[in-house]
């Protein structure tokens, strides 16, 4: 990646440490200007990865749907490590996921003897990308029950996080954005709500053609 970095004379968008051609690069491989060769992280479509890196670029969600043994994860990791230098903003979905997991938690020690305050707030992957700029990535979104997932509506349309405990709001810094990915296939599943589904633009991931 270091490598890239140089090589990249691109506009970048703000808070990406790499230009989108230098993304699809990383992702996919190639040969750069100075004989450096850029091993593939993902064999498939590069219009696929165009699409998700495109989608990255206009500020919009993306969510990569599609059955297990398609690279989801793989995919959503490497894009979130060629963006922003981190991918271990992560939040896990399970049908247990409480809102907290989304939003912000407490520490209830410093809670009871100081009341709400900042100090009190035990930030989730998704305020902490929101403060930073960076992605979040939520592996198996339609695992979370609905209620759960529609806490993300607000974070994505209008780029905030409100705190009513403190009469406040986080703002998210540019750069901010959402990986997601879902298996819509699987027993379990909880749909999302057509609002939610708004606002990510849907990526469907085949799967490989061949072994090879």
Not at 196 to 206: A, D, H, I, Q
Request: charged residues 25%; proline residues 6%.
């Amino acid at each position: 990646m270091e490598a890239l970095r140089k090589q990249d004379d691109k506009p970048r968008p703000a808070n990406w440490q790499l230009s989108p051609w230098a993304v699809v690069t990383y992702i996919l491989g190639g040969k750069l200007d100075d004989g450096t060769e850029i091993e593939p992280k993902y064999f498939g479509s590069r219009k696929l990865v165009e699409i998700a890196v495109s989608t990255l670029v206009t500020d919009r969600a993306l969510l990569l749907i599609g059955i297990p043994g398609t690279a989801k994860t793989w995919l959503s990791e490497h894009l979130a490590a060629a963006i922003c230098g981190d991918s271990t903003l992560l939040i896990q979905g399970t049908a247990g996921l409480a809102e907290e997991a989304i939003r912000y938690g407490w520490n209830y020690a410093r809670l009871l003897a100081e009341g709400p305050s900042e100090k009190a707030i035990v930030a989730s992957p998704v305020m902490k990308a929101m403060e930073e700029g960076k992605i979040t990535r939520v592996e198996e979104l339609t695992r979370i029950p609905s209620d759960v997932q529609d806490s993300l509506i607000t974070v994505l349309s209008e780029k905030t996080l409100p705190i009513p405990e403190l009469n406040q709001e986080v703002q998210a810094q540019r750069g901010f954005n959402v990986i997601a990915t879902a298996n819509d296939r699987d027993k379990g599943v909880n749909e999302l709500s057509s609002a939610l589904r708004r606002r990510f633009n849907t990526v469907v991931m085949p799967l490989p053609a061949t072994l090879e």
